[in-house]
């Protein structure tokens, strides 16, 4: 375990809080006008999975766990959870649904991840930036719309429902965010 800065600390980090281990879901500097900058930290608890909120001043000291960070290839989800593959020794790692949390619908067979481990155990994951889905559902076009910078409600084929532009139509592949789901482009594939 080694000290560390506050504001140094991001999402998927592993610290030691009184002698247990949270992983960081949300990291935020913040730098009000008057007074001193803090971090805020929204953080899980990987032994009972219990999220708790933190504030640090951002030069205030925090221990950091190291955890072995891999990357994996998503294999499939069932009952047990979502299953990951190491692609260097093979090694298949089964992840729970609360350690996955908000990204399973961004998962697909293939995608490389980079997953968090300490003992052994997976207690974060971190998806690429973007993914490719299809929209499969979508408003019609309205004449007259094209000149402006509208956005229209379009359901993709994960199940996630986003805004894209109106020139997107069913059947067209799209690149999202993984972060929040939002429109980045049409995919060039």
């Given at each position: ?181 939002s429109y980045v482009e049409r995919a060039k594939d």
């Amino acid at each position: 375990m080694v000290k560390v800065i506050a504001s140094s600390l991001r999402k998927g980090n592993v610290v030691d809080k009184d002698g247990k281990l949270y992983v960081i879901l949300f990291a935020e500097n913040i730098h009000p006008g008057k007074g001193t900058p803090v971090t805020q930290l929204d953080m899980r608890r990987i032994g009972d999975g219990v999220k708790v909120s933190e504030r640090y001043r951002t030069t205030e000291q925090v221990e950091r766990a190291y955890v072995e960070e891999r990357e994996h290839t998503f294999l499939y989800a069932d009952g047990e959870g979502f299953h990951f593959m190491n692609p260097e020794t093979y090694d298949q790692v089964a992840v729970s649904e609360a350690v996955v949390g908000d990204a399973a619908p961004y998962l697909q067979e293939g995608m490389p991840v980079q997953v968090s481990q300490f003992n052994g155990i997976a207690i974060s994951l971190v998806l690429p930036q973007r993914a490719t889905f299809e929209v499969v559902e979508t408003e019609p076009t309205t004449k007259g719309q094209t000149a402006s910078s509208s956005y229209k409600p379009a359901v993709l084929s994960n199940g996630v429902r986003t805004a894209v532009p109106p020139h997107i139509a069913p059947g067209t592949r799209v690149v999202v965010m993984t972060a929040d789901g939002s429109y980045v482009e049409r995919a060039k594939d």
